[in-house]
Protein backbone atom coordinates (compact mmCIF):
# COMPACT_ATOMS: atom_id res chain seq x y z
CA UNK A 1 0.00 0.00 0.00
CA UNK A 2 0.89 3.42 0.20
CA UNK A 3 2.83 3.42 3.38
CA UNK A 4 5.23 0.60 1.65
CA UNK A 5 6.12 3.32 -0.71
CA UNK A 6 6.61 6.15 1.65
CA UNK A 7 8.92 3.52 3.78
CA UNK A 8 11.32 3.06 0.73
CA UNK A 9 10.79 7.29 0.07
CA UNK A 10 9.01 6.74 -2.97
CA UNK A 11 5.94 8.63 -3.20
CA UNK A 12 3.46 6.86 -5.90
CA UNK A 13 2.12 9.29 -9.33
CA UNK A 14 -0.12 8.93 -11.93
CA UNK A 15 0.37 9.68 -15.31
CA UNK A 16 -2.50 10.00 -18.25
CA UNK A 17 -1.68 10.05 -21.57
CA UNK A 18 -3.76 11.17 -24.14
CA UNK A 19 -3.82 10.12 -28.06
CA UNK A 20 -3.75 12.63 -30.82
CA UNK A 21 -7.74 11.74 -32.14
CA UNK A 22 -10.67 10.31 -31.11
CA UNK A 23 -10.89 6.97 -32.73
CA UNK A 24 -7.08 6.41 -32.11
CA UNK A 25 -6.92 2.72 -31.06
CA UNK A 26 -9.03 2.32 -33.97
CA UNK A 27 -6.63 3.70 -36.96
CA UNK A 28 -2.84 3.29 -35.81
CA UNK A 29 -0.98 3.59 -38.78
CA UNK A 30 1.83 1.36 -39.46
CA UNK A 31 4.61 3.56 -37.64
CA UNK A 32 2.31 4.57 -34.74
CA UNK A 33 2.09 0.81 -34.34
CA UNK A 34 5.46 0.33 -33.94
CA UNK A 35 5.59 3.61 -31.38
CA UNK A 36 3.44 2.42 -29.45
CA UNK A 37 4.80 -1.02 -29.17
CA UNK A 38 7.59 0.61 -27.80
CA UNK A 39 5.63 2.72 -25.40
CA UNK A 40 4.22 -0.80 -24.19
CA UNK A 41 7.52 -2.08 -23.31
CA UNK A 42 8.90 0.47 -21.55
CA UNK A 43 6.16 0.44 -19.28
CA UNK A 44 7.22 -3.42 -18.80
CA UNK A 45 10.40 -1.88 -17.87
CA UNK A 46 9.22 -0.25 -15.52
CA UNK A 47 7.32 -3.07 -14.10
CA UNK A 48 10.40 -4.82 -14.01
CA UNK A 49 12.00 -2.47 -11.65
CA UNK A 50 8.97 -2.83 -9.30
CA UNK A 51 7.50 0.39 -10.13
CA UNK A 52 4.13 -0.40 -11.35
CA UNK A 53 1.62 0.15 -9.11
CA UNK A 54 -1.24 -0.42 -12.23
CA UNK A 55 -1.19 0.07 -15.59
CA UNK A 56 -4.36 0.72 -18.00
CA UNK A 57 -6.78 2.32 -20.14
CA UNK A 58 -10.16 2.85 -21.39
CA UNK A 59 -12.11 0.34 -23.14
CA UNK A 60 -12.48 2.46 -26.22
CA UNK A 61 -8.55 3.94 -25.91
CA UNK A 62 -9.48 7.48 -25.27
CA UNK A 63 -6.76 7.35 -22.60
CA UNK A 64 -4.50 5.56 -20.32
CA UNK A 65 -2.92 5.89 -17.17
CA UNK A 66 -0.06 4.55 -15.42
CA UNK A 67 0.02 4.95 -11.52
CA UNK A 68 4.11 4.35 -10.38
CA UNK A 69 6.33 5.32 -7.63
CA UNK A 70 9.37 7.46 -7.93
CA UNK A 71 11.64 9.49 -5.55
CA UNK A 72 9.75 12.74 -6.22
CA UNK A 73 8.05 14.90 -8.69
CA UNK A 74 11.20 15.65 -11.16
CA UNK A 75 11.81 11.51 -11.32
CA UNK A 76 8.02 11.33 -12.21
CA UNK A 77 8.11 13.64 -15.28
CA UNK A 78 11.23 12.39 -16.63
CA UNK A 79 10.01 9.06 -16.34
CA UNK A 80 6.73 9.57 -17.93
CA UNK A 81 8.75 11.95 -20.47
CA UNK A 82 10.84 9.29 -21.42
CA UNK A 83 7.95 6.98 -22.32
CA UNK A 84 8.53 6.66 -26.16
CA UNK A 85 4.77 7.75 -27.01
CA UNK A 86 5.27 10.92 -25.01
CA UNK A 87 9.16 11.21 -26.29
CA UNK A 88 8.12 11.20 -30.09
CA UNK A 89 5.36 13.64 -29.54
CA UNK A 90 2.46 10.93 -30.12
CA UNK A 91 0.60 11.21 -27.04
CA UNK A 92 0.12 14.21 -24.29
CA UNK A 93 0.45 13.32 -21.07
CA UNK A 94 -0.82 14.94 -17.68
CA UNK A 95 1.08 13.88 -14.62
CA UNK A 96 -0.74 13.48 -10.87
CA UNK A 97 0.63 13.41 -7.32
CA UNK A 98 -1.34 10.09 -6.56
CA UNK A 99 -1.89 8.60 -3.21
CA UNK A 100 -3.44 5.02 -3.30
CA UNK A 101 -5.96 5.40 -0.35
CA UNK A 102 -7.61 1.44 -1.17
CA UNK A 103 -6.45 -1.51 -2.47
CA UNK A 104 -7.53 -5.04 -3.34
CA UNK A 105 -5.77 -7.53 -1.28
CA UNK A 106 -4.32 -4.50 1.37
Known amino acids: ?9 MSHFAYRILPPRADFAATLTPGESETM ?15 IVFVGRTENGDWG ?22 AAGLMRYELHPFRTV ?3 GA
Not at 1 to 9: I, S, Y
Not at 37 to 51: A, N, P
Not at 65 to 86: G, K, M, N
Open 65 to 86: LCVFEAEDEDRARAVAEADPAV
Open 37 to 51: GRHFDYIKVLHGEGR
Open 1 to 9: GPDAAEGRG
Open 102 to 104: IER
